[in-house]
């Protein structure tokens, strides 16, 4: 059997036909499949996800984890990471999870620089639950929510990520599958908090915002600051304007907090876990 296939489970998959998330999963497939094929274990991944549309991924990928609470993926994936700094811990949530209900977990997770990756399907609607309003959700969009129209500008979660010293920030397109993967490759690679935002249609809400594939266009990996708010900038969320720029939007270097805490130090190098496994 091939490291993809042990990736598979049995699940029957409940996603509306077409939807993207079908290719956030096969992305994530390959990226860990690879990663498996050049000597990672398949132990050594853990993942946890939110509640929505995406957080259904949790069945769909033979790893273990925890299927966990709205908002608080983040709180989560830290706590396994704490507890065995080896693992490989990513953790899945849609925008309205981490940009509304766990907007101070983000935050926290740049500061605290842990070695995990977040992935984030950004469809700008809280979809499982009918399509409400999210902090992304453009001006305008009307839900049952908001009869009115959405009258706040959107939230730019790529400067937030820039604004709270996230080490790894990148943003994909869920149809570009195999440029999504390389993406996710790259950010569990990375030693510390890396974040993918991918942007992801949904079929049956906010549909007004789908396909803006044409504002889209590939970066080579930036570690530059300042060109990288600069890259931030060309895209508001405000639907179909501007540029959208896909690819590692900024990166740098820098001590993990498992690298800094003596006892997670220790732990690392020793390859075990509190109990010493
Ligand atoms: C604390 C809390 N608030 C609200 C809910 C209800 N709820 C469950 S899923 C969901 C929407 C999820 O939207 P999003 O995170 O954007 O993911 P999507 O469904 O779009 O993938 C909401 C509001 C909940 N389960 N817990
Ligand atoms: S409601 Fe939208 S996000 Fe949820 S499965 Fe259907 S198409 Fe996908």
Redesign the pocket.
């Known amino acids: 059997m091939n490291n993809k296939d042990k990736l598979k489970t049995n699940q029957t998959i409940t996603w509306c036909p077409g939807c993207p998330n079908f290719l956030i999963l096969e992305s994530v497939k390959l990226a860990i499949s690879k990663l498996m094929d050049n000597g990672v274990k398949h132990e050594d991944f853990a993942m946890v996800t939110?509640?929505?549309?995406?957080?259904k991924i949790f069945d769909y990928i033979n790893i273990s984890g925890i299927y966990g609470?709205?908002?608080r993926a983040l709180p989560t994936a830290f706590g396994i990471t704490l507890g065995n700094p080896n693992l490989k811990v990513l953790a899945f949530?849609?925008?309205?999870?981490v940009y509304s209900?766990g907007i101070a977990h983000f935050i926290h997770a740049g500061r605290f620089n842990s070695d995990m990756t977040l992935i984030v399907?950004d469809?700008q609607?809280?979809?499982?639950?009918t399509g409400?309003n999210?902090p992304t959700s453009q001006q305008g969009y009307k839900s049952k929510a908001y009869p009115l129209g959405e009258f706040n500008k959107p939230m730019n979660p790529i400067k937030i990520a820039l604004a709270s010293n996230i080490s790894f920030i990148a943003r994909a397109n869920a149809r570009d599958f195999k440029h999504t993967a390389e993406i996710i490759e790259k950010a569990i690679k990375h030693n510390g908090f890396s974040y993918v935002e991918i942007i992801q249609d949904?079929l049956i809400f906010n549909t007004d915002t789908n396909n803006k594939d044409k504002l889209m266009y590939k970066i080579t990996d930036n570690s530059d600051k300042k060109k990288a708010e600069k890259l931030a900038d060309e895209w508001d969320y405000n639907n179909q304007k501007g540029k959208i720029p896909l690819g590692v939007l900024f990166y740098e270097k820098r001590m993990s907090l498992e690298d800094e805490w003596p006892l997670l130090k220790k732990l690392k190098q020793k390859k075990v876990g509190w109990k010493g496994k």
């Not at 939110?50 to 957080?55: Q, W, Y």
């Not at 609607?125 to 639950?129: R, V």
């Open positions: 939110d509640i929505g549309c995406h957080a609470l709205h908002g949530m849609g925008d309205g999870a209900e399907h469809n609607s809280f979809s499982l639950t409400q999210t949904c």
